[in-house]
C-alpha cells in the first residue's frame, strides 16, 4: 500500500545519500525509522479519532479466582494455536475438530474484554 511505496522512496532517497540537491543536509533526509514513527503516530491519532477501544495491557494472573473459566478459555483459545497438530484434520484419526472461535457474553465490567 501507500506505507510500502513511501519506505521505497525513502530507502531511494536515503540510498542517493545526503548532499544530491543543492543545499542539502542531513536532517533533510528521512529514515526509515521517521516513516515508521510517523506511521505509528497516524495509526494512534486515526484510531483515536474513530472511537477504536484500546486493548488494556491485562494478564491471567490479573485476573482473580475463576479458574475454571480461565482454564475453559485457555483449552478454546490458546490450546489450537499452540498445539495445531492436535486440530488439523477436521476430527479424523482422533483430532478434535477445529473450533471457530467463542462467544463472550455478560454485563459490561465482568471482564470480556481481556
Given at each position: 500500500?501507500?506505507?510500502?511505496?513511501?519506505?521505497?522512496?525513502?530507502?531511494?532517497?536515503?540510498?542517493?545519500?545526503?548532499?544530491t540537491r543543492e543545499g542539502a543536509t542531513r536532517k533533510d533526509?528521512?529514515?526509515?525509522?521517521?516513516?515508521?514513527?510517523?506511521?505509528?503516530?497516524?495509526?494512534?491519532?486515526?484510531?483515536?479519532?474513530?472511537?477504536?477501544?484500546?486493548?488494556?495491557?491485562?494478564?491471567?494472573?490479573?485476573?482473580?479466582?475463576?479458574?475454571?473459566?480461565?482454564?475453559?478459555?485457555?483449552?478454546?483459545?490458546?490450546?489450537?494455536?499452540?498445539?495445531?497438530?492436535?486440530?488439523?484434520?477436521?476430527?479424523?484419526?482422533?483430532?478434535?475438530?477445529?473450533?471457530?472461535?467463542?462467544?463472550?457474553?455478560?454485563?459490561p465490567g465482568t471482564g470480556k474484554t481481556l
Open positions: 500500500g501507500a506505507a510500502a511505496a513511501a519506505t521505497t522512496m525513502v530507502a531511494a532517497a536515503a540510498a542517493a545519500g545526503p548532499g533526509v528521512v529514515t526509515s525509522a521517521d516513516l515508521a514513527a510517523a506511521v505509528k503516530w497516524s495509526e494512534k491519532r486515526t484510531a483515536s479519532s474513530i472511537g477504536t477501544p484500546s486493548v488494556p495491557t491485562v494478564t491471567w494472573d490479573d485476573i482473580g479466582g475463576l479458574e475454571d473459566v480461565k482454564a475453559a478459555i485457555r483449552d478454546i483459545i490458546e490450546l489450537p494455536l499452540k498445539r495445531k497438530d492436535l486440530f488439523s484434520g477436521g476430527g479424523g484419526g482422533g483430532r478434535a475438530a477445529q473450533r471457530s472461535g467463542a462467544l463472550l457474553y455478560g454485563p
